[in-house]
């Protein structure tokens, strides 16, 4: 900026104080500042990464305002400061000491909504950056205990925004959890337990066991992730499908392993009933005693299990095991309380969601296929298709941040198609996962 003539005589006590000129258009300053309640002193609080502040070099956290556009600014509110769009001057007072933070990037799984609009604690809403459960976070800046600077990924955008921090974040979402855990059971009618299942009916009497790792995962709102791509010589990611009641997750896990029997296969089930005449154990399932089912059912070996008719049916950790160590691609269809059990640093969970179309298409495909097929064994009351939207939008609420693929199961051709896509990629792709996985940290 073209400057006033230095005067001759200048106060002893005169700091020294850099002139800014920064032209503004409509994109935000990037800059938060706020007042000292003592002094009544007016500051930069922060600059946000890739913002035009940033970008100058000429502005940093810790700088005092004394001038805006020639106006001084003592006794303003910091609200009243630098809103002005065109030619903006300040005259500030650097910092002496600038704070050098070592910042390591971090990248971070959202497990919330965070809108800043509705956040009446941010310092700047404006300056504020909304997320949505999932979405995957490039944490630039955490040198403020409550208030991170981050980027959203993947991302174009070069100025960072305004996050709560984790510790920010934490009190409000175990409040959320409470209500998630309470309205979270009992999505599907039956377990997919039984490998045939053609009498098996609604109803079913299900437990499924949710670890005590579960709420502590949820009652983290980040959750670390590291960008991983399996080496071909790892074992494959299971590949967990979830969806609501009758959505067809297990009609699409049936002909993704009929597609390609050497290749995908469902892991065996264990079972308390006896077995048939032509069943064999380790075949269609592995027969045990109630004792040994209680047995394994304490000791945490299962990932679902679940009463029918009587007997116990369970999937246990180590028949899907069996399958991924044989170099094969397990397909598992769980219910979505069983998703902490299966995000493990062994079975590396790629989670697939399965979402029924709009109301509309969704009662055409299935009666479309009703009438091809008349013994299939879907919904066809209205009822039941609203129930299954209510129950996916529940299911999407409670779940989504866990959700790896999410695909719609309109037409069961295309469907089959994506799955297998989606299948593919989880294996062969780099993927975010959780940082745990990769760099185990000790119990
Ligand atoms: N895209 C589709 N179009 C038409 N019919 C479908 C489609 N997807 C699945 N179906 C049919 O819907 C019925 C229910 O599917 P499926 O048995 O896979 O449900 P599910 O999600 O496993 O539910 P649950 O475990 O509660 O029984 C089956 O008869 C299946 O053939």
Redesign the pocket.
Known sequence: PALAPIPDELPDEEEATRVVCLVKNKQPLGATIKRNEITGEIFIARVIHGGLADRSGLLHAGDRIIEVNGFPVDGLEPEQQARSHGTIMFKVIPMTERAVHNQTMLYVRAMVDYSPQQDPSIPCADAGMSFRKGDVLEIVDQSDALWWQARKLPSSVACAGLVPSSNMLKRSVCHSVSLATAKSTGF?????LCRRRAHSV?QASCHTRCSSSCSSALCCPYEEVVRHQRHPEDTHRLLALV????????????RLIEMNPAVFFGPIPHTTRAPRGYEESGREYHFTSREVFDNMVYNNRFLEYGEYKGNLYGTSIQSVKDILINGKMCII?IEPNAIQAVRTHELRAYIIY?KP?PLERLRE??R???DI?PK???PAQDEDFQEMEDSARKMETHYGQFFDHVMV????QD?CVQLLTAVTRAQDEPQWVPSGWIRPTPE
């Not at 599907?188 to 997919?192: D, G, I, L, P, V």
């Not at 969806?243 to 049936?254: A, C, D, K, T, Y």
């Open positions: 599907r009618r039956s377990m997919r609604t969806g609501p009641s009758s959505v067809g997750v297990n009609e699409l896990r049936r269809d399965v179309p495909s299935r479309e296929s009703k097929h299939a064994g879907f199961n309109n037409d069961l469907s």
